[in-house]
């Protein structure tokens, strides 16, 4: 082989290993399926998960989060963080409540209700979060309403930065 190849084969296995680098540890690319987070997210919104939080300070309240499917399915969801370690979570009279105190859910649409699934409280245990999806008509969100908390350990970052479509807006959340 002659030198120029090797140089070829080293570039191509850096860029290769670079590539993997930021995929597992900093960045992961997110396509939205479904209607779940409308109004703040459409079909087929591509997003951005930002992993370099969950190393230092961790989610909050309000966060989008990438997260594996709790049912073991292939698929990622992408869902709201409401509830945090230790908090207990009410959904009365189609409001969600947080530690007695209702939330101000401005990134739903108005009128909203919030239906139960299964269960009307939930206390979130260590390492795991309550998460739910912006659309609350019935059944358009499979959130913890359905499948409960999930662990901390399951979510791929946070989804503060919509890359396409271009028509939407290009940035942040």
Sequence with gaps: MN????????????????????????FYSTLVRGESMEPTLKN???????KIPLYFSGLDYGD??????PNGESKHYVK???????DTIEIRDGRVYRNGQELNEDY??????????NDSSWTVEKDRVFVLGDN??????????????????????????RYYPFNKGFGRL
Excluded: H, M, Q
Excluded at 44 to 50: A, H, Q, T, V, Y
Excluded at 108 to 117: F, L, R
């Design 136 to 161: 609350r008509l019935p059944y358009a969100s499979d959130d913890s309403r359905s499948f409960g908390t999930i662990d901390i350990k399951t979510v791929d970052g946070i989804t503060n930065f």
């Design 80 to 86: 709201r963080v409401i509830g945090l370690e230790g």
């Design 44 to 50: 087929e919104d591509r997003l951005f998960s930002n």
């Design 108 to 117: 739903i649409a108005e009128d909203s209700y919030t239906d139960i699934y």
């Design 64 to 69: 989008v989060i990438s997260f594996k499917a």
């Design 3 to 26: 030198e120029e190849l090797l140089d070829w084969i080293k570039s191509i296995a850096v860029a290769i290993v670079l590539a993997l680098i930021i995929k597992n540890f900093l």
